[in-house]
Nanobody
Framework: QVQLVESGGGLVQAGGSLGLSCAAS????????MGWYRQAPGKQRELVAA???????NYADSVKGRFTISRDNAKNTVYLQMNSLKPEDTAVYYC???????????????WGQGTQVTVSS
């Protein structure tokens, strides 16, 4: 089985910083794109940032210049550094990865369990 385990998150004042990490483990042959999504109460889940295996990145307009996504392929881990946080960044953050299972050679989307980020004004 494949698992994504997130860490980080918490409560921070507006203007502060937080870092998230997400480590993949299990029957991993390869990991393609990785990313972070978020879902605020009453809203749909939205893409925050994504990164390819070769580290090309893509960001939502709302976080450009404030958030940085990175990955360590040797550790099967993706990171999200969040700076200049705003109350509207408050949400549950989920990591996502496209992982190929070495037993079946099938690729599928996997999700972390979610971690709460709360930004107080």
């Amino acid at each position: 089985q494949v698992q994504l385990v997130e860490s980080g998150g918490g409560l921070v004042q507006a203007g502060g910083s937080l870092g998230l990490s997400c480590a993949a483990s299990g029957n991993i042959f390869s990991i393609n794109d990785m990313g972070w999504y978020r879902q605020a109460p009453g809203k749909q889940r939205e893409l925050v940032a994504a990164i390819t295996r070769s580290s090309s990145t893509n960001y939502a307009d709302s976080v450009k210049g404030r958030f940085t996504i990175s990955r360590d392929n040797a550790k099967n881990t993706v990171y999200l550094q969040m700076n200049s946080l705003k109350p509207e960044d408050t949400a549950v953050y989920y990591c996502n990865a496209e992982i190929r299972d070495y037993r079946t050679y099938r690729q599928a989307d996997y999700w972390g369990q979610g971690t709460q980020v709360t930004v107080s004004s």
